[in-house]
Antibody, heavy 115, light 111 residues
Framework: QVQLQESGPGLVKPSETLSLTCTVS????????WSWIRQPPGKGLERIGY???????NYNPSLQSRVTISVDTSKNQFSLKLSSVTAADTAVYYC?????????WGQGTLVTVSS | QSALTQPASVSGSPGQSITISCTGT?????????VSWYQQHPGKAPKLMIF???NRPSGVSNRFSGSKSGNTASLTISGLQAEDEADYYC???????????FGTGTKVTVL
């Protein structure tokens, strides 16, 4: 079965760029939509954006100016970059497969923005 | 785009049925059949329980069912069990620029 695993630094300094990678195993990244979703501590869910395996992307307008999502089909991975981070970007970041509903999800990785 | 409105908490005794509502607008819940529901236990990733309003993924108990009327979607859990205690989130496609909106979340407590 398909499994997703997020990886990347757990601590990022304010004003720097948050970078995460999601590795897909047990299946191909081709033919699917892939999303990044985040959840601030104790709060609800927010989709950051999504990418189609071909490279088409769509971003949440509230984050669009700071977000880049990319895909590497040769490595079965897709990635997230969020620039100029602040404490408000502290959250658990999830990668997931899907466009309008999501399954499966990665286990999530906590990224803290702090100096 | 505002989050979909869910009750903050719902509780019930083992064996009972409970229903969680998810209220949006005609631009999201009421306009499209792309409502989904997620269960999230503490410290865990969300798990898809219902997609496209009323469809259950393989492996999800038939005690979970979804429906929609107008701008409000609902998740019903029948035969409530201790393991159902978790946070539940709805989501919907939206015609706004965000394309997808989540609900505010509901904490289900099994008494």
């Amino acid at each position: 079965q398909v499994q997703l695993q997020e990886s990347g630094p757990g601590l990022v300094k304010p004003s720097e760029t948050l970078s995460l990678t999601c590795t897909v195993s047990g299946g191909s990244i081709s033919g699917h939509y892939w999303s990044w979703i985040r959840q601030p501590p104790g709060k609800g869910l927010e989709r950051i954006g999504y990418i189609y395996y071909s490279g088409y992307t769509n971003y949440n307008p509230s984050l669009q100016s700071r977000v880049t999502i990319s895909v590497d089909t040769s490595k079965n991975q897709f990635s997230l970059k969020l620039s100029s981070v602040t404490a408000a970007d502290t959250a658990v970041y999830y990668c997931a497969r899907g466009l309008n509903w999501f399954v499966p999800w990665g286990q999530g990785t906590l990224v803290t923005v702090s100096s | 785009q505002s989050a979909l409105t869910q009750p903050a908490s719902v509780s019930g005794s083992p064996g009972q049925s409970i229903t969680i509502s998810c209220t949006g607008t005609s631009s999201d819940v009421g306009g499209y059949n792309y409502v989904s529901w997620y269960q999230q236990h503490p410290g865990k990733a969300p798990k898809l329980m219902i997609f496209d309003v009323s469809n259950r993924p393989s492996g999800v108990s038939n005690r979970f069912s979804g429906s929609k009327s107008g701008n409000t979607a609902s998740l019903t859990i029948s035969g409530l069990q201790a393991e159902d205690e978790a946070d539940y989130y709805c989501s919907s496609y939206t015609s706004s620029s965000t394309l997808l909106v989540f609900g505010t979340g509901t904490k289900v407590t099994v008494l």
